[in-house]
């Protein structure tokens, strides 16, 4: 199923139609529509048998005008360049949407990471690092975990690249090890993120959370924590799945009371595999791969891989489902997101829904380039200036993604309505594409004055078509500290006795909605004197 759909086409068909409804200049769209860098390349690996193997490697920048290039890195059998190239263009619209200021990349290695030993492993990140570690770097492009990559796998490749130049680089890469330069909450900031979303989705639909059901895809780092934290929240999950290596098929593993994800963690191999003997020997019963999208419930949650909800599957989903949310990138296709839009379900689309992993992948470079690590309770402070502070009920990972993420935009959640506020936060942030104004609410005039008329209503008109209300108005300010505060860099400064924290992303776009507590001029006036202070 997945390697019928070229996942690059489909990216850019979702590109084209919002740039169509956007009525997107073409040349910004021609500038848009394909990565600006993009790698491939042999990595020749010692085997512990002696022999050489040579792997092949990627990696794709589609975008740096909002930051470094921000994505992942994938180990999968099937990795191709197109898979990668989609990938990292959903990671620009991706950071644009959360608004943290990161571009969009992604890289990967064709490989089954379950076939190799540790070592081999080891010689294969570091290889990987060796080809391309000119051309990454935490002010160039900053990768990450992804499928069959781990914090382990990440902690090796900063070492790798820390040798190469000569000095220890924490920030080129993210989901390290905590205590190896990786921050508090990462692991499972995705999964909950995906919750939130849902959550946020719910009161929206009138959904109560409590005894809502969901069918899970997949059971590696997304799904797990997006299982639990469901939960959590008061529903129950009826089935995950994952990939069986000796079968070399997928199984569903379902249990009609709900699934425990701890326990299912508990016997679940590092590659997100499932020990079925000992999930049936507790009650569970293993079904067939498809089985999981035809569940009767609440909600689905793919959290495994691209272009699983097709035109095919997407006919099996029962009459029940009111929510999908995309732990995974790409799993719906544009076929599917037609036959969604036609029954009223409401998509949670990836660069939204799993935006949680990018947010805390971000906090995690700033503390590096601090070197300076927060303590949990550090995370409960306003990260993101002028939110709500908020130190949850539960635990602190809670309350960075609430402010990470909170419910921003969970209610212009359509596919569509979230790439254009994506597509229109990187544009507003790129100097070159700002003569393309005529798409943008709103775009900096130059001299930090705020533009107060949209100079079309083409995009909400467009928006407002699919149904979705924007609640929030998304509009972006420049104020005279943006460059100051470009200058120091990604510093989230907290001003303990100001009792305020300031705009991590240097007040360059700031949402109006959110700034309740905190003016603009008073986030600047903070944010020079952090300036001069850490310098
Ligand atoms: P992972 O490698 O930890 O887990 C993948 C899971 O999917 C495993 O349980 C595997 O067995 C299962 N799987 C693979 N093929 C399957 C199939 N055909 N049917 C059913 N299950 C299958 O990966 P992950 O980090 O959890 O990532 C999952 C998805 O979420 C990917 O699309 C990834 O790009 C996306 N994502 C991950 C993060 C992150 O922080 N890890 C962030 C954003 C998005």
């Not at 570690?133 to 990559?149: E, F, H, K």
């Not at 820390?162 to 080129?172: E, H, I, M």
């Not at 635990?395 to 254009?420: C, E, F, K, P, Q």
Request: net charge negative.
């Amino acid at each position: 199923m997945t390697e019928q759909i070229n996942a690059f086409k489909m990216a850019q068909a979702q590109f084209d139609n919002v740039a169509t409804m956007l009525n997107l200049d073409p040349q910004a769209a021609a500038m848009l529509r394909w990565p600006t860098r993009e790698f491939r390349f042999q990595i020749p690996v010692k085997m512990d048998d002696g022999s050489i193997k040579v792997f092949f490697g990627y990696r794709v920048q589609h975008s740096d005008v909002r930051g470094p290039s921000k994505g992942g890195i994938r180990f999968h059998p099937s990795e191709t360049l197109d898979t990668v190239r989609a990938l990292a263009m959903w990671m620009t619209w991706k950071t644009a949407v959360a608004d943290i200021p990161l571009g969009g990349g992604k890289g990967g290695v064709a490989v089954d990471s379950a076939s190799l030993s540790i070592n081999e492993q080891e010689r294969l990140c570091r290889g990987w690092i060796q080809q391309i570690y000119l051309n990454i770097g935490p002010r160039q492009d900053v990768p990450a975990p992804d499928v069959g990559t781990n914090p382990r796998m990440m902690g090796w490749m900063m070492d790798e690249y820390s040798k190469l130049v000569g000095q220890y680089t924490p920030g080129v890469i993210t989901g390290k090890p905590v205590g190896g330069g990786g921050s508090l909450g990462r692991t499972e900031a995705t999964g909950f993120g995906v919750v939130y979303t849902i959550r946020e989705a719910m009161k929206y639909l009138d959904v109560a959370p409590k005894n809502a059901v969901a069918a899970i895809q997949g059971f590696g780092n997304v799904a797990q924590y997006a299982a639990i934290e469901f939960i959590d929240m008061g529903g129950v999950v009826v089935c995950v799945s994952y990939w069986d290596r000796d079968d070399q098929k997928p199984y569903t593993v379902s249990r009609d009371e709900g699934v425990d994800p701890r326990f299912l963690q508990s016997i679940t191999d590092v590659y997100g595999t499932i020990d079925k003997e000992k999930a049936q020997d507790s009650g569970y019963v293993i079904e067939d791969d498809e089985v999981w999208i035809t569940k009767d419930v609440d909600v689905l949650i793919p959290s495994a891989l691209e272009g699983q909800i097709n035109a095919e599957t997407v006919q099996t989903i029962s009459e029940r489902v009111r929510i999908v949310a995309e732990g995974a990138n790409g799993p719906t296709t544009p076929e599917a997101d037609e036959v969604f839009k036609q029954r009223s379900v409401f998509n949670i689309p990836d660069f939204l829904c799993n935006a949680g992993g990018v947010t805390v992948s971000y906090f995690e470079g700033v503390q590096n380039d601090m070197n300076f690590y927060w303590a949990a309770e550090r995370f409960a402070m306003q990260l993101i200036a002028g939110a709500e502070f908020r130190l949850d009920k539960k635990n602190d990972v809670n309350s960075i993604l609430h402010l990470g993420l909170g419910g921003r935009y969970v209610l212009m959640s359509t596919r569509y309505a979230n790439l254009s506020i994506g597509l229109r936060a990187v544009m507003a942030y790129a100097p070159n594409l700002w003569s393309y104004s005529s798409v943008l609410r709103c775009i900096p005039d130059g001299d930090g004055s705020v533009c107060e008329e949209e100079t079309s209503t083409t995009t909400e008109t467009n928006v407002l078509q699919f149904g979705v209300e924007l609640p929030i108005e998304v509009e972006y300010f420049f104020s005279d500290s943006f460059s100051i505060m470009l200058g120091a860099g990604a510093m989230a400064v907290f001003v303990p006795k100001a009792g305020a924290v300031l705009d991590p992303r240097g007040l360059g776009a700031v949402h109006k909605a959110e700034h309740k507590g905190i003016g603009i001029g008073t986030g600047a006036v903070f944010g020079a004197a952090a300036f001069n202070f850490y310098l």
